[in-house]
């Protein structure tokens, strides 16, 4: 089961929202209430498209994990550089000024001179 493709569309006459909850949905219309328990089948695919999430999460996180490494901490007086937000180059450079918090680091832009806090 692919879990990209709606649910509605696999052969069930559910709304996404019935799939959600797992029941027909209560509004100003009158229904008989055996209508508004859950229904099995709904119960059954709610379940199985959220193990493929799962799997899906579970391989995201294996292809992430076989590059992602740990960086040295950079230490006050040391010199850095810089990726522009706006355009995504390393163009500029700074002095880390002290250490804030864990990863994170008050800069000093040369240039401007301006303080700024970046993460690592």
């Given amino acids: 089961m692919d879990p990209w493709i709606p649910m509605a569309s696999q052969g069930s006459q559910a709304s996404p929202a019935q799939l959600l909850t797992g029941c027909q949905l209560r ?7 055996s209508l508004y328990k859950v229904s099995e089948q709904w119960a059954w695919q709610l379940r199985e498209r959220e193990r493929a999430m799962a799997r899906l999460g579970d391989i995201a996180a294996l292809r992430h994990n076989q590059t992602a490494h740990n960086l040295k901490p950079l230490v006050p007086g040391q010199r850095t550089r810089i990726q ?8 500029r450079a700074g002095t880390v ?11 000093q ?9 970046r993460n690592r």
């Fill in 27 to 33: 509004d100003a219309i009158p229904v008989d209430a």
């Fill in 97 to 107: 000024l002290k250490i804030t918090v864990p990863r994170k680091y008050l800069v």
């Fill in 109 to 117: 832009l040369d240039g401007s001179g301006r303080a700024t806090i």
């Fill in 84 to 91: 522009n937000s706006g355009n995504g180059r390393w163009d």
